[in-house]
């Protein structure tokens, strides 16, 4: 074999599993929590919470940097009345993949 059969680029790709079961609830507190089934079993990276209330062309990231093992989260900030939706994504620092979405409409406080 030549020296220069040896010297060719190899490109590959790792796929950074997407949380499953986005689920979302309004609590007693009327604040909204979050929950999650985490696909990836490796420590590194975390995880993001990110929020919309106009199908994310606008986004609001509600928490960054959490544990790349959390499987939930309370959402404090929101408002009476607003219909939210939710995405997590998971991410290292080659790969980012997002989570499905799930909607929430927070009661109106009066």
Known sequence: MAESDLSSEVNA?????????????????????????????????????ERSTD???????????????????????VSSGETYEYRVERNTDHATATGTTVQTKTPIIR
């Open 13 to 49: 790709t790792t796929v950074l599993p997407a949380a499953s079961g986005v689920a979302a609830t309004v609590n007693s507190n009327n604040n909204v929590d979050l929950s999650w089934t985490n696909n990836d079993d490796t420590s590194d990276g975390g995880i993001d919470v």
């Open 55 to 77: 199908g994310f062309s606008t986004v609001t990231t509600v928490a960054s940097g959490l544990s790349s093992s959390t499987t939930s989260y309370t959402d404090t900030s």
